[in-house]
């Protein structure tokens, strides 16, 4: 599934796995309407991009000779109380997504293109994409042996439809109906020809074992749902740790996308409440493998005893994918947000320059874009194709939203200082314009309630993050405030929409498409539990959303992707804030990857122990 989606992590639509041999051994067919005027058969499918592995052994990043062993250990925050993360209540446990395989799985070197993996082949029509078979690998098996089939995956995604996460459903809502063929034959059927990405996207979700559907999908139970991955679930502490066991007998060993991967015997989570004790946890060896997000632990955290002895190993590893849109999310459907002069202003507010002075040695740089650092991000004013995707729906927007989505936009930026007046007379000019007014030193809204607010949090290592920001805040008037609650009552809040103001990532990936409804879509802003957190509703924005998953090339993508960026940044529906083009990871010196690392991931599938390194780490520990 697309890295977009907050709950893939080993397998992405641009990370998931495919083998086998089809009619058309080594041909792939793009999603392109007119190529062909019959139904093919294929064993490599892409959404307007082209497999370049179709015939390859394994893919470049593998190595097909990575022993097996050890333990991949990593940290994970909060706590858990569920084995399941596709039902709508519970906290789910880490890693589940390494118990299940996938009918499809990507390279992480490509856009949206798809290779075997429970599925061995595909059939469709290119000029008519209403459908799609999957024909299932005979020699797929779950756990308890038996075969995978048709049956498990009509009812896996009937309960994904039904009783699924608000995502999932948004994501596969141009389902129409699971038939069952035979028992490896599969049907999709879909509302409308026209969203072709779909016809991958229903192959990037885990399948499960019908009669396990049955009996437990709604249960909140720490028993995982059967599954056919590579993985099982090994151990529980309860609050504690989560340890998943590498299968042996695991039937897709030998799929091409699985050659050299999956190589640890453990993998294992271990649970701390806060990042903070979590870097002391790492520092003793108590978990091997962290990714550092804090530019400050990064620059001075790691000259600890065994840091100096030779045993930690940082690596800064630079991907292709757009940077995560990390931003402070204001929640539109509350009125003191609805204007926006007010959104300006408080982007105006924000004083990156100086956070990344003070707080972050310099190493971040500040997002102007929702598809940061990637061919997909908005740049200079609109170039003739993107203006004339633009023209038609410029009247629809509001005057300072259609401004500035024809701009050469940029974010304001200071000096670096600490006291940013000139952003901070602008903001208090909009918030005049916008109807607040002073009182007694303090703001009001136009119906003369207090311009008050609060950032919730659940990490508090965003407090002192927030805190010049709110500093700021409270200079223009507002009665800002920051209140921390735990994981659980977070997850709850963030379904309801229940907050004046949050901090969300919004990772994006090289192919964006029918995700972005889910995520900025008018109807989603009204759907618990959907990820649309700011509540926009704009008739422009759903317009180009269309048009982006009815896409027929890549140069499309790429168009109507600058022209919703455009949109978004124009809208300030929230204020950007950092981020940094490359993924920052330290271990023990145990761990090894292959010298050719993947453009759009970490890959950390793909790596594996060296033994004689852990034994030397083993022996220091003691």
């Given at each position: 599934?697309?890295?977009s ?6 397998a ?5 796995s ?9 041909v792939?067919?793009g ?6 005027a ?6 490599a ?25 050890g ?27 390494y118990?299940y ?5 990507g390279?992480?070197?490509e ?33 308890d042996?038996?075969?995978?089939t048709?049956?498990?995956v ?13 995502q ?13 063929i ?14 072709k ?12 074992k ?14 995982p ?34 050659k ?6 453990y993998?294992k ?6 990042d ?10 108590q978990?091997h493998?962290?990714q ?11 000259n600890?005893?065994?840091?100096k ?10 991907t292709k994918?757009?940077v ?16 926006i ?25 500040r ?16 170039n003739?194709?993107?203006y004339a ?6 009247p629809k927007?509001d005057?300072i ?10 974010l ?23 109807g ?8 009001y ?6 311009a008050?607010f ?17 500093r700021?805040?409270k200079?223009l008037?507002?009665?800002a ?31 964006p498409?029918?995700e ?18 700011s ?9 180009v ?10 140069e499309?993508?790429?168009l ?18 950092y ?13 090894r ?10 890959g ?5 122990v ?13």
């Amino acid at each position: 599934m697309k890295s977009s989606f907050f709950f893939i992590k080993r397998a992405s639509k641009k990370q998931t796995s495919f083998w086998a041999t089809s009619l058309l051994a080594g041909v792939l067919i793009g999603l392109n309407p007119g190529a062909v005027a019959k139904p093919i058969t294929v064993t490599a499918i892409g959404h307007n991009s082209e497999a370049r592995y179709i015939n390859a052994p394994y893919l470049p990043y593998a190595n097909p000779m990575a022993p097996k062993g050890g333990t991949l250990s990593l940290s994970a925050l909060g706590t858990f109380n569920s084995a399941n993360p596709w039902m709508t209540t519970g906290l789910a446990m880490s890693g589940t997504d390494y118990m299940y395989d996938t009918l499809l799985t990507g390279s992480l070197n490509e856009s949206f293109v798809m290779y075997p993996q429970l599925a061995e082949k595909v059939t469709y029509d290119p000029e008519n994409t209403s459908w799609i078979i999957y024909h299932i690998n005979p020699k797929a098996k779950f756990w308890d042996g038996s075969a995978v089939t048709g049956d498990d995956v009509k009812a896996t995604f009937d309960a994904y439809l039904n009783k699924g996460l608000m995502q999932v459903r948004s994501y596969l809502s141009g389902v129409d109906k699971v038939e069952v063929i035979d028992k490896y034959r599969v049907k999709f059927h879909f509302k409308s020809a026209e969203n072709k990405e779909i016809l991958l996207t229903v192959g990037q979700f885990p399948v499960f074992k019908q009669s396990s559907i049955e009996k437990d999908f709604e249960k909140l139970s720490l028993t995982p749902l059967m599954g056919s991955g590579p993985y099982q679930l090994y151990a529980v502490e309860q609050g504690r740790s989560v340890t998943y066991k590498r299968d042996p007998n695991y039937w897709g060993q030998q799929v091409m996308a699985n050659k050299g991967r999956f190589n640890f015997d453990y993998i294992k989570y271990i649970y701390y409440g806060s990042d903070e004790i979590a870097l002391e946890g790492f520092k003793v060896g108590q978990y091997h493998f962290r990714q550092e997000s804090s530019a400050r632990k990064w620059t001075t955290a790691y000259n600890f005893p065994a840091a100096k002895a030779g045993m930690i190993k940082k690596e800064a590893i630079v991907t292709k994918n757009p940077v995560p849109m990390q931003a402070l999310v204001m929640n539109l459907r509350h009125k003191i947000f609805s204007d926006i002069r007010v959104r300006q202003a408080m982007t105006e507010a924000f004083d990156f320059e100086l956070m990344n002075n003070t707080l972050f040695y310099n190493q971040y740089e500040r997002l102007n874009s929702y598809f940061h650092g990637s061919e997909l991000a908005a740049t200079g004013t609109p170039n003739a194709e993107e203006y004339a995707v633009l023209k038609p729906l410029l009247p629809k927007l509001d005057p300072i939203q259609r401004q500035a989505a024809v701009a050469d936009w940029h974010l304001p930026k200071s000096d670096g200082k600490g006291y940013n007046r000139q952003a901070l007379l602008s903001a208090r000019e909009k918030l005049l314009h916008a109807g607040f007014y002073y009182k007694n030193m303090a703001l009001y809204q136009p119906d003369g309630h207090r311009a008050k607010f609060e950032i919730l949090i659940a990490d508090d290592k965003m407090t002192r993050v927030l805190l010049p920001y709110v500093r700021n805040l409270k200079k223009l008037g507002f009665d800002a405030s920051i209140r921390q609650v735990d994981s659980p009552q977070y997850l709850e809040r963030l379904r309801r929409f229940d907050y004046d103001m949050i901090i969300a990532g919004f990772p994006q990936s090289t192919s964006p498409g029918s995700e972005q409804s889910y995520m900025w879509g008018s109807q989603a802003a009204e759907e618990q539990g959907n990820q649309n957190y700011s509540g926009i509703k704009n008739e422009a924005i759903d317009a180009v959303i269309a048009k982006l998953i009815k896409a027929d090339n890549r140069e499309e993508i790429v168009l109507y992707t600058k022209v919703l960026d455009r949109l978004l940044r124009a809208g300030y529906y929230m204020v950007p804030m950092y981020g940094s083009t490359s993924t920052r990871v330290v271990y023990w010196d145990k761990y090894r990857h292959n010298q050719t690392l993947p453009d759009n991931a970490l890959g950390i599938d793909y790596w594996w122990v060296d033994k004689s390194a852990d034994s030397i780490i083993a022996k220091y520990l003691k």
